[in-house]
């Protein structure tokens, strides 16, 4: 069985400072993971996903995200913080089940960006 | 380009009363439909999904049920209420049948439900 594991619940930055996200993953295959992000009361949005290509993943708003297979981890980066970036971010791994594919979700981190 | 859309955007119920939570999906064909429920402070949890008109797998066993009348339609229904029922109901779809875990999932606005 697959699992997510986010490290932090909650993450404060000021604006313009780093920001790292933590995710471990256990997959007993090849996993594809993806992080999600949500605003207050909105649906999810993609931000990237690793599909067995590239390690370093590049995605939306300057986000990116390393995999790292001897440390089952996915942590999400962004070199600096904006007041926008607010919001709860998912990990989240995948395994197709030959009826779609099954998303198993992390608890989410809650990023506050403070000035 | 794709779209989603649910309805209604929130909803307050009394226990025991009927569900019905309507999902459509635009600009795509027989697509993988699938519906979630984020509790407070969890992550979210796959409740149905379905590769085409009339099927339905279920993940979890629970007070839900869901249907699929049309190719680009997913309704989401209770016969009756339950206070446990409360959550945010998301909707989402991806790419029919290409057969890889990497498939992105796209999900629709989400339903706010409290039941009372």
């Known amino acids: 069985a697959q699992s997510v594991t986010q490290l932090d619940s909650h993450v404060s930055v000021s604006e313009g400072t780093p920001v790292l996200l933590r995710c471990n993953y256990s997959?007993?295959?090849?996993?594809?993971l993806f992080w999600y992000v949500q605003h207050p009361n909105k649906g999810l949005q993609l931000l990237l996903k690793?599909?067995?290509?590239?390690?370093l993943v590049k995605g939306i708003n300057g986000f990116e995200a390393e995999f790292k297979k001897s440390e089952t981890s996915f942590h999400l980066t962004k070199p600096s913080a904006h007041m926008s970036d607010a919001a709860e971010y998912f990990c989240?791994?995948?395994?197709?089940?030959?009826?779609?594919?099954?998303?198993?979700f992390g608890t989410g981190t809650q990023l506050k960006v403070e000035l | 380009s794709q779209t989603i859309h649910q309805w209604p955007a929130t909803l307050v119920q009394p226990v025991g009363s009927p569900l019905s939570l309507e999902c459509t999906v635009e600009g795509t064909s027989n697509p993988n439909l699938y519906w979630y429920r984020q509790a407070a402070g969890r992550g979210l949890q796959l409740l149905f999904y379905s590769v085409g008109i009339g099927q339905i797998s279920s993940e979890v066993p629970q007070n839900l049920s869901a249907s699929r009348p049309q190719d680009r339609q997913f309704i989401l229904s209770s016969k009756k209420l339950l206070l446990s029922d409360s959550g945010f109901y998301l909707c989402?779809?991806?790419?029919?049948?290409?057969?890889?875990?990497?498939?992105?999932?796209?999900f629709g606005p989400g339903t706010r439900l409290t039941v009372l």
């Open positions: 690793y599909t067995s290509a590239a390690t």
């Open positions: 989240v791994v995948s395994e197709y089940t030959g009826g779609g594919n099954k998303l198993t």
């Open positions: 997959s007993s295959y090849s996993p594809s």
């Open positions: 989402a779809w991806s790419v029919p049948d290409s057969g890889r875990a990497a498939d992105t999932q796209y």
